[in-house]
């Protein structure tokens, strides 16, 4: 191993094989770069209150292999992986940072757009197409991904679905997604940064089609999934998260078909078959999570 300090920027170790080059700022490391023998770059990373900010590996040929992404915790958050026989392109700032990335199809139809900036510092654009070209989605992130815009498109570019967030919170106070004709396909409600919202989804007639309300990002309350007739499919009931809740599920002439209770975290429950006139067909029946009655009618 051969351990060589330039000066309190920069250091320089070599372990078999590999050699690592350190920079520092502030007596903090401020970069770190692995090299090949050839002293290719091999893999590179940044950091930020020695916390790793940003990585990225390079095959021999120095073309990009993977790269890493990372919030401001140091906590990894996506990969991205690069072939060289894949169909892409890359462009790259004289830093070597990739500028523009472009996936293609098998016909070269490009189908991924990614564009970075020089600090690379996580403020890129993200884009995908349909086989037509026109633009399926659409992402910005600022700020190393927690600030972001989506919008995704139909393929005649009729917007489906449009959200904006803040520190990883949704801020639309309602999110409209639209089928192809611009009726509406579904809408959630916000209330108190998504701590309480209700979903409901329609069928292409404007019927209700789900109707659900959450809270604390669980299920609360009444979820209800009608037939395209008006007529209950299923309709459950959730109180404290689970814990204790009931479900019905019909058949399409209102008969019911399954009936659950369940009480205490599932340990205590009911199951409850039908048959489509409306007789019992068979019937389980659980306590402390052991099965103590199953009959069959």
């Known amino acids: 191993m051969i351990y060589v300090l330039y000066n ?26 692995d090299f090949y023998e050839d002293w290719s770059i091999k893999e590179k990373r940044k950091y930020k209150n020695w916390k790793i900010s940003e990585s990225m590996a390079f095959y021999e040929s120095w073309s990009v292999k993977e790269k890493w992404f990372y919030n401001s915790n140091g906590n990894l958050l996506d990969i991205e992986y690069y072939d060289p026989n894949w169909n892409n392109t890359v462009e790259y700032y004289e830093n070597w940072q990739i500028k523009i990335f472009r996936d293609y199809r098998s016909n070269w139809k490009l189908r ?10 996580y403020d890129w654009k993200r884009i995908t197409y349909h086989e037509n070209w026109q633009i399926e989605e659409e992402k910005h992130f600022i700020d190393w991904k927690r600030d972001w815009k989506y919008i995704a498109y139909y393929e005649n570019w009729q917007v489906r679905v449009e959200e904006n967030y803040k520190d990883w919170i949704l801020q639309n106070d309602k999110v409209i997604e639209y089928y192809e004709n611009w009726k509406i396909r579904s809408e959630s409600n916000y209330k108190d940064w998504k701590v309480e919202w209700k979903y409901t989804s329609y069928y292409e007639n404007w019927q209700v089609e789900h109707v659900e309300f959450w809270k604390n990002d669980k299920p609360s309350g009444r979820h209800i999934r009608y037939y395209e007739n008006w007529q209950i499919e299923f309709d459950e009931y959730y109180k404290d998260w689970l ?13 019911v078909h399954i009936k659950w209770k369940f009480k205490d975290g599932k340990e205590d429950w009911e199951w409850i078959y039908y048959h489509r006139n409306g007789e019992i067909e068979r019937k389980y029946v659980y306590k402390n999570g052991k099965l103590i009655e199953s009959n069959y009618y």
Do not use: G, M, P, V
């Open 112 to 121: 991924t757009e990614k564009f970075y900036n020089e600090k690379w510092d």
């Open 8 to 33: 309190n920027r920069t250091e320089k170790s070599c372990f078999f094989s590999t050699c690592t080059e350190r920079k520092y700022k502030n007596w903090k490391i401020n970069e770190s770069t």
């Open 243 to 255: 814990l204790d809740w009931r479900k019905n599920e019909y058949y399409e002439n209102w008969q």
